[in-house]
């Protein structure tokens, strides 16, 4: 090794402080060094830098943390062996405990419930004031519109009269359509209706002329097909509905 490699190679090990250069590794220029006393991001975080969304191997682990809750394993239930999802297996495995007396499972399994009963009704009180609201706004409107003879506006979906609330219990139903979809769905079943009470008329008023008639068996047995069909729709589609009424 000549001395020349070696005088270079003791240079390189003693590191930038003794190389005797102003510029170079570990020594960048001082136009673009850090300032004292001067943050190197002075723009700071973008906003929203908080919110973004969660890294993939996050949205992973929180599958696999979900599918494990509802995997299904088999436990016994008296003397015989039920399938339920893990997280039914675990909570029931704590109530069972605290019926067994043991004190930390009958905190655990009365704070559980308690938890659950007090968000299920913060919910539902949410649901019942959206429903309220939502009927009083659009009564309102209605009635504006029928005052300034406004008839071209569609009527608004679900139809304020649909949404049907019990004050007594706080339960909430619909019983109309909610979505142009099924809307759709309810003419068509109000024409089914119509073309069935209009063929049950033509059955009757044959079967009142002629009682002898020669198809009177097969008359009667597709009158009552007729008029399953029209009881089977208006279950699901009830014959008061807002098209009806406007």
Request: charged content about 30%; hydrophobic content about 35%; glycine content about 6%.
């Amino acid at each position: 090794m000549t001395e020349d490699v070696k005088a270079r190679r003791q240079l390189a090990l003693r590191g930038p402080r003794h190389t005797g250069y102003e510029v170079g590794y570990g020594k960048p220029p001082e136009t673009t060094r850090f300032k004292k006393g001067q943050s190197g991001n002075p723009r700071g975080r973008p906003r929203g830098a908080r919110n973004k969304a969660p890294a993939l191997n996050e949205e992973r682990m929180k599958s696999l943390v979900l599918a494990e809750a509802y995997r299904l394993i088999k436990v016994n239930d008296g003397n015989r062996q039920v399938s339920v999802p893990m997280a039914q297996a675990v909570i029931r495995a704590i109530a069972v405990a605290a019926a067994r007396g043991e004190r930390r499972a009958q905190e655990l399994f009365t704070t559980l419930v308690s938890t659950t009963e007090r968000e299920n009704k913060a919910l539902h009180d949410q649901y019942l004031d959206a429903a309220l609201e939502y009927k009083v706004q659009w009564d309102r409107e209605l009635r504006r519109r029928e005052q300034l003879g406004i008839t071209d506006l569609p009527p608004p979906l679900p139809h304020p009269d649909d949404v049907v609330v019990n004050m007594r219990t706080g339960e909430i139903k619909l019983k109309g359509p909610a979505t142009k979809e099924e809307q759709h769905l309810w003419e068509s079943a109000q024409q089914l209706k119509a073309e069935c009470d209009e063929f049950i008329a033509e059955l009757e008023t044959d079967l009142a002329q002629d009682p002898n008639h020669p198809l009177k068996v097969q008359m009667l047995s597709e009158l009552e097909h007729q008029r399953y069909i029209r009881r089977l729709t208006t279950q699901y589609f009830p014959d008061r509905h807002p098209f009806d009424r406007l």
